[in-house]
């Protein structure tokens, strides 16, 4: 079922490529330019977008064995994830339950268990309290009432969500739209995780625009990768989830083929974004790979960081293909940061400025207008109602 979506998709770009065109939306789409600094609104961005909803956290590739796990910050949130003996994730908030101090330090790992760094309490893979330290000092506690706190968490087409609200009812996989069923299609439970790097960006809505945007491609990165690419796109959304693809590219050689030989490679071509924060771009450095790009606010509305990290097929075979993802690597933080990002932290200044009252999308950058919808829906929907907006049927 899936697979004919991406061959329906394909037949579309073709049929755009021939044409000459790309579907437009009716009209432009203005967005007042206070939704990118007021420093309310950002705070509500945080409380309602990403504190409720599923945020993809980590790669399969990340922690694949049992044992392995990943700690790490979600713009101030700290959570844990886990294989625990099962083989299934578990999220947790990295909190010992005595009195609050962090469990493990940011990063990824292999343990049988988690010991606090304060007093020694430990916790098993599944996080439940296995051992206190001194327990006739300390007195009588009943330990199964004493875990770490669970995060919803999901497991899917290699990559892992969680809520960063342990009392969410929100199914992840409703929210997922069936777009994960899409992103099957890469694999990427059998990739490679080549490395990871940071990047400083501007407000997360800023960034995230860019991330949806290929009428830049030719002009911003002229001196980069752009110079030969159309600035043409075509959009696709499940729910908030879009993928972002050129009328032609991808499409050359393909047509004379019958449809079930048509390289699944082809078919994924392009950018996949899942809402609120995560770009797939598809590369070709050391072999066939991705840049998986996981953007988080940062501490205040102007500014945000994104972790860049690149996932590859199979692992570098020869030092020549590990400098060649290095290099792809490199290249992809300069493009980044000196262009999308600076350009995003210039333009957030000229936007404080007030002198426009509005920014406007373009009836060929539906993207955007897209992303903005959604963000000011899920702003004015109660908790009550979120399934709601993802029982697409
Ligand atoms: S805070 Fe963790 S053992 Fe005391
Ligand atoms: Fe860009």
Redesign the pocket.
């Known amino acids: 079922m899936s697979r004919e979506q991406l061959i329906e998709m394909a037949k579309n770009n073709m049929a755009h490529a021939r044409a000459g065109t790309i579907p437009q939306t009716d009209d432009i789409y203005k967005v007042p330019v206070e939704k990118y600094f007021d420093k309310d609104r950002w705070q509500e961005e945080m409380n309602k977008v990403f504190r409720r909803m599923p945020l993809m956290l980590a790669m399969t590739a990340e922690m694949r064995e049992i044992g392995d796990y990943k700690a790490m910050d979600v713009g101030g949130y700290p959570v844990l994830l886990s294989r625990t003996d099962s083989g299934e994730v578990k999220a947790f908030v990295n909190m010992?339950s005595?009195?609050?101090?962090q469990l493990m330090d940011e990063g990824c790992g292999n343990t049988t268990k988690f010991t606090?760094p304060?007093?020694?309490?430990t916790y098993s893979r599944s996080g439940q309290l296995a051992g206190i330290y001194s327990p006739k000092d300390f007195g009588d506690i009943d330990r199964s009432e004493y875990g770490l706190t669970e995060l919803p968490c999901l497991e899917k087409a290699g990559l892992i969500w969680v809520t960063l609200d342990p009392k969410s009812t929100l199914d992840i996989e409703l929210f997922l739209s069936g777009y994960d069923e899409l992103l099957e299609h890469f694999g990427f439970e059998n990739w490679y995780h080549f490395d990871s790097q940071r990047v400083e960006g501007p407000n997360w809505k800023i960034a995230y625009d860019g991330y949806m945007d290929l009428y830049h491609l030719p002009i911003l990165h002229k001196n980069t990768f752009g110079a030969d690419f159309p600035n043409q796109a075509i959009y696709y959304s499940w729910g908030p989830h879009q993928r972002v693809a050129g009328p032609s590219r991808g499409s050359e050689g393909m047509e004379a083929k019958p449809e079930e030989e048509w390289p699944t490679e082809h078919l994924i071509a392009g950018v996949w974004t899942i809402f609120p924060h995560i770009s797939i771009a598809g590369f070709d450095g050391g072999g066939r790979a991705v840049m998986l790009s996981q953007l988080f606010p940062g501490e205040t509305p102007d500014t945000s960081y994104t972790i860049q990290n690149y996932l590859m097929e199979k692992p570098p075979e020869t030092e020549e293909a590990a400098k060649a993802a290095r290099d792809q690597l490199d290249f992809l933080r300069y493009v980044v940061q000196e262009e999308d990002y600076a350009t995003g932290i210039k333009l957030g200044k000229a936007l404080a400025t007030r002198a426009k009252d509005y920014v406007i999308f373009g009836r060929n950058e539906e993207g955007g207008h897209n992303f903005h919808r959604w963000v000011d829906t899920i702003l004015e929907t109660d908790d009550e109602d979120l399934p709601k907006l993802f029982q697409t049927g």
């Open positions: 010992c005595h009195r609050g101090a606090c304060y007093h020694a309490w």
